[in-house]
């Protein structure tokens, strides 16, 4: 069995489906104008046709005596006498005067314009009747239809020529309508990989431009974003140097250990050293995914009162083992805010694992959910050393620990605090707590 590939269908072309919309349009009005043109220029030829009889009827007239036609046999017919009739009946019906041709026309005929037969022919006739004689001009129909439709066409003639000029016209227009795209779009495909600078907007026309600043906003976010991950590559890189080379110590010192008790005791140390690294994985992993959420996380009504509560809870087996007290500071039994659930769960976590990690045993770590005005505020501040006020900017960035500080962090915790802050539009402050003597987190958000 042979499988058919099918191709893709090719992208419709904006330069053809506008040549084509207006070219079809250009013929449309062509026609139609060539149709009205045509129909207008026979009907005022022949309203000239009948003009033009009248005033032969009118000339003749009264210009003949009163002799009457003698029996003479008439002139040879020719094809251009055969256009033309002419006859004059005096009032007691004596034909005075004919054109010569062997056609006659009926003597009894309607005054004004007529429709008749001579000959086996149709004729368009004028009949003008004076005190002494009767004046007929008649017309071959064939003839006026023809000579009409010569004139008509001549007139639709320019119509006809000016069609593929205006076609010509329409295409050059739309190309250079479509230049500027085609000139981002050559722009674009010579940039190289890492070039996210701007696009030029100069010369641009106003339907373009808004396109083209959007493309800017986004190499901008791109250029931010390749920023971010470069210098986090290389934070990660280094961090993570220290402990695998910790490990291998460690798994060497485990090798060599001479008996059951220094195996042990160096195990413990390998067993600690892998969950310290695991930790590290897991927290620069979180910082990763916050810093590249964007705005696309689904942001939801959540109770952060609750959410802090289930923070807590989770938080206390840690706390008891080193005798902290976790208290919640929460006037009103819920705070409604439009936030990323799991985000907030991180955030909650990350600031009382660090609180946590820095009070000592028989302090006391506070949370407080408030909402006052216009505003909520959540806050964790603890009983410990705190952080000096020259040094509150610097442990937000990655991977930075206040000198001295001891344990075994990442450096991560409040890196990324910062990142889910931002993402929600809280603005994060770092001061002394006023009633625990330690560090003080405070978010603050619009309320709902």
């Known amino acids: 069995q042979f499988l058919l590939k099918h191709e893709p269908k090719p992208a419709p072309s904006l330069r053809a489906r506008l040549t084509g919309a207006l070219l079809l349009a250009v013929l449309a009005f062509a026609a139609l104008q060539a149709a009205v043109t045509y129909r ?12 033009q009889m009248q005033r032969i009827a009118l000339s003749l007239s009264g210009s003949l005596g009163a002799g009457a036609l003698s029996d003479d046999a008439p002139a040879a017919e020719t094809p251009a006498a055969r256009e033309m009739i002419i006859q004059i009946w005096r009032a007691d019906g004596v034909m005075l005067y004919r054109s010569p041709q062997g056609r006659l026309l009926p003597p009894q005929t309607v005054i004004g314009f007529s429709d008749t037969v001579a000959g086996g022919e149709p004729y368009r006739i004028y009949a003008l009747r004076t005190a002494t004689q009767v004046v007929q001009v008649a017309q071959q129909t064939e003839a006026r239809g023809r000579m009409a439709g010569q004139l008509a066409l001549r007139a639709v003639l320019p119509v006809a020529l000016l069609a593929p000029v205006l076609m010509l016209i329409v295409w050059w227009v739309v190309g250079r309508a479509i230049g500027p795209i085609e000139r981002v779009r050559r722009q674009v495909a010579a940039r190289r990989p890492d070039d996210l600078a701007p696009l030029p907007t100069a010369g641009l026309p106003a339907e373009v431009r808004p396109l083209v600043g959007e493309m800017n906003g986004l190499l ?7 920023d971010a991950l470069t210098h986090f590559t290389a934070d990660a890189a280094h961090e993570l140097r220290s402990p695998l080379a910790a490990l291998r110590l460690q798994a060497q010192s485990l090798q060599r250990a001479p008996d059951d008790a220094t195996r ?20 620069l992993l979180a910082l990763a995914r916050q810093e590249g959420a964007g705005e696309g996380a689904e942001l939801v009504s959540l109770d952060l009162t609750a959410l802090a509560r289930n923070a807590l809870a989770d938080a206390e087996p840690e706390a008891a083992r080193h005798a902290i007290a976790l208290t919640l500071d929460a006037p009103t039994a819920h705070v409604v805010l439009r936030a990323d659930e799991a985000a907030l769960a991180v955030l909650l976590r990350n600031l009382l694992g660090n609180a946590l990690r ?30 000096a006020p020259d040094e509150r900017a610097r442990v937000l960035d990655r991977f930075y620990r206040v000198p001295g500080t001891p344990g075994h962090g990442s450096g ?24 625990l003597g330690g560090l003080r987190v405070m978010l603050r958000w619009p309320a709902v």
């Open 358 to 387: 820095h009070t000592p045993p028989g302090g006391q770590v506070r949370v407080g959910v408030r909402e006052e005005a216009s505003v909520i505020d959540l806050t964790v501040e603890d009983s410990g050393p705190g952080i």
């Open 412 to 435: 991560l915790g409040l890196a990324i605090v910062r990142a889910i802050a931002e993402r929600h539009g809280a603005a994060l402050t770092l001061d002394a707590s006023p009633t």
């Open 40 to 51: 207008t220029a026979r009907a005022e030829t022949e309203a000239l046709f009948d003009a």
């Open 264 to 283: 042990a005791i160096a195990t413990e140390r390998l067993l600690a050293g892998i969950d310290r690294a695991t930790r590290l994985v897991e927290q």
């Open 220 to 226: 901008t976010r791109l250029s931010d974003a390749w």
